[in-house]
Antibody
Framework: EVQLVESGGGLVQPGGSQRLSCAAS????????MHWVRQAPGKGLVWVSR????????NYADSAKGRFTISRDNAKNTMYLQMSSLRAEDTAVYYC???????????WGQGILVTVSS | QSALTQPPSASGSPGQSVTISCTGT?????????VSWYQQHPGKAPKLMIY???KRPSGVPDRFSGSKSGNTASLTVSGLQAEDEADYYC?????????FGTGTKVTVL
């Protein structure tokens, strides 16, 4: 059974940093592109970033460029999102998602809340 | 990276059909056949309902169907059931990124 479990969320002060993790199981992690998607309270889904299967290629939404870094450790079956210079508008539930055969997000984690507030 | 445009709401009675549109540009929806649709119930993670414009993953009822014409994709839910009441989001591959729609709340009357 495919499972994606996010961790590392919580309360962080404006300007601070936070690292999210996404632990994968039930599939060959190193074969798949992975993504981060976020959802601010009461708002819609927003794509944040993606990383290819071996970690050599990454892409970011404009809102994340220069502040967020996506990475992965295929030996640990884990993906990361290092977030810095956090702002109140980064407050959201962050989901990790696996990319399927046609650029769809076929499996999602349960999400983890990051709150940026003083 | 502007969000794809969806109507904020749609509704129908049980047994009826509802269609949700998703309008983008030639750089996303119109440029690729990589449009997908997601259902999200309150407090839950999104669930994949349609991928590659019109394909259904295993386990998704055939009441859900997708199509695309030009820069606009559509999701149709036929034979509405109470459990179909949820938020629905489209997504399109757009080359160097992905983009979601603004979301549509479907209400079963």
């Amino acid at each position: 059974e495919v499972q994606l479990v996010e961790s590392g969320g919580g309360l962080v002060q404006p300007g601070g940093s936070q690292r999210l993790s996404c632990a994968a199981s039930g599939f060959t992690f190193s074969n798949y592109w992975m993504h981060w998607v976020r959802q601010a309270p009461g708002k819609g889904l927003v794509w944040v970033s993606r990383i290819n299967s071996d970690g050599s290629r990454t892409n970011y939404a404009d809102s994340a460029k220069g502040r967020f870094t996506i990475s992965r450790d295929n030996a640990k079956n884990t993906m990361y999102l290092q977030m810095s210079s956090l702002r109140a508008e980064d407050t959201a539930v962050y989901y990790c998602a696996r990319e399927g055969i046609a650029a769809e997000f076929d499996f999602w984690g349960q999400g983890i809340l990051v709150t940026v507030s003083s | 990276q502007s969000a794809l445009t969806q109507p904020p709401s749609a509704s129908g009675s049980p047994g009826q059909s509802v269609t949700i549109s998703c309008t983008g540009t030639s750089s996303d929806v119109g440029g690729y056949n990589y449009v997908s649709w997601y259902q999200q119930h309150p407090g839950k993670a999104p669930k994949l309902m349609i991928y590659e414009v019109s394909k259904r993953p295993s386990g998704v009822p055939d009441r859900f169907s997708g199509s695309k014409s030009g820069n606009t994709a559509s999701l149709t839910v036929s034979g509405l059931q109470a459990e179909d009441e949820a938020d629905y989001y489209c997504n399109s591959y757009a080359g160097v990124n992905n983009v979601f729609g603004t979301g549509t709340k479907v209400t079963v009357l």
